[in-house]
């Protein structure tokens, strides 16, 4: 078969190529990106199937809108509202099928191949992928604990004159970095500055463990003038309530939401709408405050016996800031010792101490740090966690 020469641009997943050797019995896995499907609200997501099969069986089994079913739309509305998002209408967003194809509509409707598009380094695997198939050209912003160095960004806003830049700005993936108000801001500043586009991918938001973090950078915008219309919002319900319903959103200017809607209809006519149903009799039942309060409590007890086993077992031979939020930590090899100080072979010899993580070379689109690695601690209880860092300093 002649494929297409677009597929010249990507590869398969590494974290995919991954999980074909976690069949191994007994195998701790800190690979995935996946919430603990034992948090899930199945008696609140049961409930709210009920409720929509119950009020309108035929609007939540029939062919729906492209744009998303309108209550749904409403709850996102105020659901962000709640956070402080404030003057987001119903009809400024879009349900997508998960935030990830709100990714896709970006490279559908904006990349012609050779646009360059600015990324953080590291980044979310898949937007690597999926803007190199549509012909993006990647270029690497560093980032540090407290998210992309914006110093750094307007230089390369100068230099490359970005079709947009995509940021994780809160608990990113992989880095867990918490992108700091100041630099929040000063984002949205260059956006008015060099009439560049912003995309806030926001999956992990709501997963934080102490204080909440800054607003988003779609809070922010109503504080800098001209910001809001080169802002595009992706959230998603994945790693809140339930990765299944592939419910996601996407806020963004008039003229883009109208080409990502048509867009849209060719991949999928509309996300199912016996899901968003599902999903908006959720969010209107009021259970999710409930919900976060109880994923946060969990996952924060994960992430701090997590960071305590990597102090205690593997020492000087790691760095890693904390994370304050999220589902991640990501780690920097220091050699220390003489340890090993390359993520993709300290992988291969965690699979035969029986622990599984994600080396963290395929996060950068270019010059990867060859010493990094990325640890999930959401699916893992305390005693898993603290065996699998025991496993992993073996590994070293």
């Known amino acids: 078969m002649q ?18 050797l976690l069949g191994k019995p007994g195998i701790i896995s800190f690979a995935g990106g ?11 997501i049961r409930a ?22 309108q209550p749904l739309r409403e709850q996102l509305a105020q659901f962000m509202a709640s956070k402080g998002a404030q003057g987001v209408a119903p009809d400024n967003l879009i349900v997508t099928t998960g935030s990830q194809q709100a990714l896709d509509l970006l490279g559908k409707t904006l990349i012609n191949p050779g646009d ?29 604990g407290h998210g992309v160095q914006t110093d750094e960004l307007e230089r390369l ?52 463990f102490g204080a909440a973090p800054p607003p988003s950078l779609l809070a922010l915008s109503s504080q800098v003038p001209g910001s809001r219309e080169l802002l595009v919002h992706c959230g998603s319900l994945s790693k809140v309530l339930s990765p299944g319903l592939r419910v996601g959103w996407m806020v963004a200017p008039a003229a883009l939401l109208a080409n990502a809607t048509m867009c849209k209809q060719f991949s999928d006519a509309h996300t199912s709408t016996f899901a968003q ?33 990597l102090r205690r077992e593997l020492g000087a031979a790691v760095e ?40 963290g070379a395929p996060f950068f689109c270019a010059q990867p740090d060859h010493a990094t690695l990325r640890l999930s601690f959401a699916t893992a209880d305390v005693d898993k966690i603290c065996e699998g860092v025991a496993r992993l300093a073996k590994a070293l």
């Open 34 to 44: 996946f919430p603990d499907s034992a948090l899930f609200d199945v008696d609140g």
């Open 157 to 208: 806003i100068v230099q490359h004159q970005p079709k947009f830049v995509y940021l994780i700005p809160t608990f990113g993936n992989p880095s867990g970095a918490l992108l700091s108000l100041e630099r929040r801001k000063k984002v949205l500043e260059l956006a008015v500055k060099y009439q560049t586009l912003i995309v806030e991918d926001d999956p992990y938001g709501d997963l934080f």
């Open 320 to 359: 890693f800031v904390q994370p304050q939020g999220g589902l991640f930590f990501w780690l920097r090899l220091t050699g220390a010792g003489g340890k090993l100080a390359d993520g993709k072979l300290l992988a291969q010899r965690a699979i035969d101490q029986g622990v599984a993580f994600v080396p």
């Open 48 to 69: 709210a199937s009920q409720q929509a099969l119950q009020d309108e069986p035929g609007a939540a089994l029939q062919y729906g809108a492209t744009e998303g079913y």
């Open 116 to 144: 360059k598009v600015i990324v953080e380094g590291p980044t979310f695997l898949a937007t690597i992928q999926c803007f190199r198939l549509y012909g993006a050209e990647l270029i690497s912003a560093p980032i540090d």
């Open 277 to 309: 149903a599902t999903a908006a009799q959720y969010l209107q039942a009021g259970r999710m405050p409930a919900t976060l309060a109880k994923v946060r409590a969990v996952y924060a007890e994960r992430a701090q016996a997590m960071a305590e086993a």
């Open 3 to 20: 494929f297409a020469d677009r597929l010249h641009n990507v590869e398969t997943s590494a974290i995919r190529e991954l999980f074909k």
